[in-house]
């Protein structure tokens, strides 16, 4: 069955980086597209972006762009999610998602990375 | 970017109502809008995709409509497992956009 399991939680400070990642079994990683959702605590959802792990490309949300890199390793079927310059702002639930077929239907989610920044 | 916009913010209703959701994009999306079930400290369940369409495994009282700008989500014979909070998510445009989310409850 399609599994997506992700990286414990992390304590990080303002200004450090932080690296998630999605080991991911059940389904030719390569043929689809990975996104990254996040929600803040009590917070709706908000889409990040995207990655192809067939050739690496990536589509940002422009409110990450600078801050984000997705990246994937097809050898392990892993995504990779890294926000770099975190602030309070960005404590948070982090998950990846599998899409239904080509589009943007979030079938299968991982269970959620909760990433704290705080001093 | 697209805003969605969902009627009511919560709502508690009685086990064997029917329950409607709404949800209002900003522009124009067709019918690319999928509803999510997301219960407390768990990962948001695909329930219907393009507006309509019934996820599989997804009981057959949950149901979706609407195209262009205005949705809805329609729950019927409401279960004490529904208690859970509900959004819309268009992907017509990127960024992919949720609404704020529906809380429903059981009275």
């Known amino acids: 069955q399609v599994q997506l399991v992700q990286s414990g939680a992390e304590l990080k400070k303002p200004g450090a980086s932080v690296k998630v990642s999605c080991r991911t079994s059940g389904y030719n990683f390569p043929g689809y597209y990975l996104h990254w959702v996040r929600q803040a605590p009590g917070q709706g959802l908000e889409w990040m972006g995207r990655i192809n792990p067939k050739n690496g490309g990536t589509n940002y949300a422009q409110k990450f762009q600078g801050r984000v890199t997705m990246t994937s390793d097809t050898s392990i079927n892993t995504a990779y999610m890294e926000l770099s310059g975190l602030t309070s702002d960005d404590t948070a639930v982090y998950y990846c998602?599998?899409?239904?077929?080509?589009?943007?239907?979030?079938?299968?989610w991982g269970q959620g990375t909760l990433v704290t920044v705080s001093s | 970017d697209i805003q969605m916009t969902q009627s009511p913010s919560s709502l508690s209703a009685s086990v064997g109502d029917t329950v409607t959701i709404a949800c209002q994009a900003s522009q124009d999306i067709s019918n690319f809008l999928n509803w999510y079930q997301q219960k407390p400290g768990k990962a948001p369940k695909l329930l219907i995709f393009?507006?309509?369409n019934l996820e599989t495994g997804v009981p057959s009282r949950f149901g979706g409509s609407g195209s262009g700008t205005d949705f809805t989500l329609t729950i019927g014979n409401l279960q004490p497992e529904d208690v859970a909070t509900y959004f819309c998510q268009q992907y017509d445009r990127v960024p992919y956009t949720f609404g704020q989310g529906t809380r429903l409850d059981i009275k």
């Open positions: 393009d507006a309509s």
């Open positions: 998602a599998k899409v239904k077929g080509l589009a943007a239907r979030f079938e299968y």
